[in-house]
């Protein structure tokens, strides 16, 4: 298949980077259509650790062309720091490219997450507070700025001070916060666009022809299914579609262009922030599963929260995705656990869920059905072949294949793109 997705099967964090990063080898293209810099992709390659927030993954092969979608919220200072820590790193950014329509992250964005955030109290639903909320909010309102207009100066300027006006009121007299300064604002992200206006282009029609013209595509997801906006867990979701559906609208293409979907979900589950949990365990077992599986956040450095594998929320990622194969990363940190898990289903009331609710609140009344199986001690990291696994290991693949409804395609055995065993 010339067009593949790659999208997170879980509530994000699967190992998507590297899973891409072993797919963009091959790629003439890499697209990223969604989210903004709340999202975080780890990569080892050659030695060398990669941690990328905005920039596609395929910035690491020098002849893979890299798009920024119009469905990205830039940050123009995070993305400017992420491309300079990335020269020092010896990566060509040559072929990096954001479209014109994406929306851009603006210091009032940043500040108003945080303030109602903060207001929430105990009801904050654990943004990262990088202003991604509140841009694509202003981009529903109509009132955005998009690249286009951030490297176009006279309507930047007057767009910002327009919209600097509105949010000071907000930011002053709704949360009692301090105005931000139009002038210091209009200098800094004016230098700003000067820098990324070279990378600036109508991004559609080069991914369009890419693809009438047979080339390799492979888009990008960030964060995951049960976090997409619409059929998340809501309102512990993010802004965005982060589903193979948010890439049409997120890159400027037809569903028909997209010919293969590829879930990548970890052995175990893990999330982040706030929200219902049904195989979260607080236990030794979470305990390796964080330790061991270094479960921090590549964005925020939180620890991620840890449990049992559930295929509950695989059949939805199956479901809504379309999903053509899975990609199982981290088999190896479940390497020493005696009796592994997988929850088969939910009971609540007496009666059986096999489908992931609607109404998380009832999610919040599910207790998961396990089926246990027996864990291996073997070093597992050097395995090159689905047959080199310990017969524990395989069972445990074939178990989530049955479960989930889809064929494991790939399975990750160690951090680096090369502990990887394909199927």
Same mark, same amino acid.
């Given at each position: 298949?010339?067009?593949?997705?790659l999208?997170?099967?879980?509530?994000?964090?699967?190992?998507?980077?590297?899973?891409?990063?072993?797919?963009?080898?091959?790629?003439?293209?890499?697209?990223?259509?969604?989210?903004?810099?709340n999202a975080?992709?780890?990569?080892?390659?050659?030695?060398?650790?990669?941690?990328?927030h905005?920039?596609?993954?395929?910035?690491?092969?020098?002849?893979?062309?890299?798009?920024?979608?119009?469905?990205?919220?830039?940050?123009?200072?995070?993305?400017?720091?992420?491309?300079?820590?990335?020269?020092?790193?010896?990566?060509?950014?040559?072929?990096?490219?954001?479209?014109?329509?994406?929306?851009?992250?603006?210091p009032?964005?940043?500040?108003? &997450?945080?303030?109602?955030?903060?207001?929430?109290?105990?009801?904050?639903?654990?943004?990262?507070?990088r202003?991604?909320?509140?841009?694509y909010?202003?981009?529903? &309102?109509?009132?955005?700025?998009?690249?286009? &207009?951030?490297?176009?100066?006279?309507?930047?300027?007057e767009?910002?001070?327009?919209?600097?006006?509105?949010?000071?009121?907000?930011?002053?007299?709704?949360?009692?916060?301090?105005?931000?300064?139009?002038?210091?604002?209009?200098?800094?992200?004016?230098?700003y666009?000067?820098?990324l206006?070279?990378?600036?282009? &109508?991004?559609?029609?080069?991914?369009?022809?890419?693809?009438?013209?047979?080339?390799?595509?492979?888009? %990008?997801?960030?964060?995951?299914?049960?976090?997409?906006l619409?059929?998340?867990?809501?309102?512990?979701?993010?802004?965005?579609?982060?589903?193979?559906?948010?890439?049409?609208?997120?890159?400027?293409?037809?569903?028909?262009?997209?010919?293969?979907?590829?879930?990548?979900?970890?052995?175990?589950t893990?999330?982040?922030?706030?929200?219902?949990f049904?195989?979260?365990?607080?236990?030794?077992?979470?305990?390796?599963?964080?330790?061991?599986?270094?479960?921090?956040?590549?964005?925020?450095?939180?620890?991620?929260r840890?449990g049992?594998?559930? #295929?509950?929320?695989?059949?939805?990622?199956?479901?809504?995705?379309?999903? #053509?194969?899975?990609?199982?990363?981290?088999?190896?940190?479940?390497?020493?656990?005696?009796?592994?898990?997988?929850?088969?289903?939910?009971?609540?009331?007496?009666?059986?869920?096999?489908?992931?609710?609607?109404?998380?609140?009832?999610?919040?009344?599910?207790?998961?059905?396990?089926e %246990?199986?027996?864990?291996?001690?073997?070093?597992?990291?050097?395995?090159?072949?689905?047959?080199?696994?310990?017969q524990?290991?395989?069972?445990?693949?074939?178990?989530?294949?049955k479960?989930?409804?889809?064929r494991v395609?790939?399975?990750?055995?160690?951090?680096d793109?090369?502990?990887?065993? %394909?199927?």
């Amino acid at each position: 298949m010339n067009t593949i997705a790659l999208i997170g099967a879980q509530w994000g964090d699967e190992g998507k980077g590297k899973v891409i990063d072993i797919l963009a080898a091959g790629a003439d293209y890499v697209v990223r259509a969604t989210g903004g810099s709340n999202a975080g992709h780890t990569v080892v390659s050659g030695g060398k650790t990669y941690k990328l927030h905005l920039i596609p993954s395929g910035i690491l092969n020098p002849d893979t062309v890299n798009i920024i979608g119009n469905g990205v919220v830039v940050d123009p200072k995070v993305v400017l720091e992420e491309m300079s820590e990335l020269e020092k790193q010896g990566v060509s950014l040559k072929n990096l490219h954001i479209d014109l329509r994406a929306h851009i992250v603006m210091p009032y964005h940043k500040e108003l &997450d945080e303030l109602a955030e903060l207001a929430k109290g105990a009801s904050a639903i654990g943004t990262t507070k990088r202003g991604i909320g509140p841009c694509y909010a202003d981009k529903c &309102d109509r009132i955005g700025i998009r690249m286009i &207009d951030f490297i176009t100066p006279e309507i930047f300027k007057e767009k910002l001070k327009s919209n600097l006006e509105f949010k000071n009121k907000i930011i002053t007299k709704v949360y009692g916060g301090a105005a931000l300064d139009f002038d210091v604002i209009l200098s800094e992200y004016t230098e700003y666009a000067k820098q990324l206006e070279k990378y600036a282009c &109508d991004t559609g029609v080069m991914l369009y022809d890419a693809i009438k013209a047979n080339k390799r595509v492979v888009f %990008e997801g960030a964060q995951g299914t049960l976090l997409d906006l619409d059929s998340g867990t809501y309102p512990f979701v993010t802004s965005s579609h982060p589903i193979s559906g948010g890439f049409c609208a997120g890159a400027g293409i037809g569903p028909t262009a997209i010919k293969e979907c590829i879930g990548i979900a970890k052995s175990y589950t893990t999330r982040v922030g706030a929200g219902p949990f049904p195989t979260e365990l607080d236990d030794d077992v979470g305990k390796h599963l964080l330790v061991v599986g270094k479960e921090y956040g590549t964005t925020t450095g939180r620890a991620r929260r840890c449990g049992w594998l559930d #295929t509950v929320i695989l059949r939805l990622a199956v479901r809504l995705n379309g999903l #053509t194969s899975l990609a199982i990363n981290k088999l190896d940190t479940l390497t020493g656990i005696k009796k592994l898990k997988i929850a088969t289903h939910y009971m609540r009331d007496g009666k059986r869920v096999d489908d992931f609710p609607a109404d998380i609140s009832l999610l919040e009344d599910c207790t998961p059905v396990y089926e %246990e199986f027996d864990g291996w001690n073997e070093d597992i990291s050097k395995c090159k072949t689905f047959d080199e696994l310990p017969q524990a290991a395989q069972n445990y693949i074939e178990a989530i294949e049955k479960l989930a409804g889809c064929r494991v395609s790939m399975i990750g055995v160690g951090p680096d793109h090369v502990q990887n065993i %394909e199927r």
